[in-house]
């Protein structure tokens, strides 16, 4: 089986696929994009190195390794795999700054509201978004995250899914303040270069998000990372 191309992607949905995916394949591997690629954006939204850091679906991926590597004080990790989670707990037993915690993102119990900075999805919201029940799952997550976050933290989201098919999603689900960038998908070496703008550049976001085809065109080969910030909630 090649990595990335599971029998169904409604697999992806399913914790006993990942599982067995990991007891079968556990060399190192980063959805989407490595965070050299992407460390400008973390870099810019997530500016202290004290703030505290979770990623959800981590996987058996580099990134936050390289995230402690940059500095990072305290990252989060938590996967719904029993078995990547042993695994990553083995390798970085060393590491004090990096933790690891099987956990499923749709309930987020053992973290207390408001006690993270920033939340990091790289692949994850799109895997469930692949099983049954997804709407209401993705939505379940969505308030989650916005739960954990601290008021003005950080949702960074990195996906495939364009605007049309993610911001009413996001905007459904909570009280965001959403900017929108792009990173051009890996190339042949695997890196990522940004041929059209800036990473750091957001792209122009009307309401239903219809206005980046005419920055972008139709199909453009991107990742797309929505960066919604959580609004405190109005005083009574």
Not at 125 to 152: F, H, P, T, Y
Request: hydrophobic share 35%; net charge negative.
């Amino acid at each position: 089986m090649t990595l990335g191309t599971p029998p169904s992607s409604q697999a992806y949905g399913e914790p006993w696929y990942w599982d067995n995916r990991y007891a079968h394949e556990p060399a190192p591997f980063d959805w989407y994009q490595k965070y050299s690629a992407l460390a400008p954006l973390i870099r810019f939204y997530v500016p202290h190195h004290h703030q505290r850091v979770l990623v959800v679906g981590c996987g058996n991926s580099v990134f936050s390794e390289d995230m402690v590597n940059d500095w990072y004080e305290d990252v989060v990790n938590v996967d719904i795999s029993t078995v990547v989670i042993e695994a990553m707990q083995a390798k970085y037993s060393n590491r004090q700054q990096l933790k690891y915690i099987k956990l499923d993102v749709r309930d987020m119990s053992p973290f207390q509201s408001g006690s993270f900075d920033a939340v990091i999805d790289k692949g994850t919201l799109d895997s469930i978004l692949c099983g049954n029940n997804s709407r209401q799952n993705a939505a379940q997550m969505l308030d989650e995250v916005s739960r954990v976050l601290k008021d003005k933290g950080v949702y960074i989201l990195i996906t495939y899914g364009s605007p049309v098919y993610r911001l009413g999603l996001l905007k459904e689900s909570c009280a965001w303040s959403i900017k929108l960038h792009v990173i051009a998908k890996f190339g042949p070496e695997g890196s990522s270069e940004q041929p059209m703008r800036g990473l750091t550049d957001p792209i122009p976001l009307d309401e239903n998000g219809s206005s980046v085809e005419d920055v972008l065109g139709k199909n453009p080969e991107v990742h797309y990372i929505y960066v919604c910030t959580k609004e405190p909630k109005a005083k009574e």
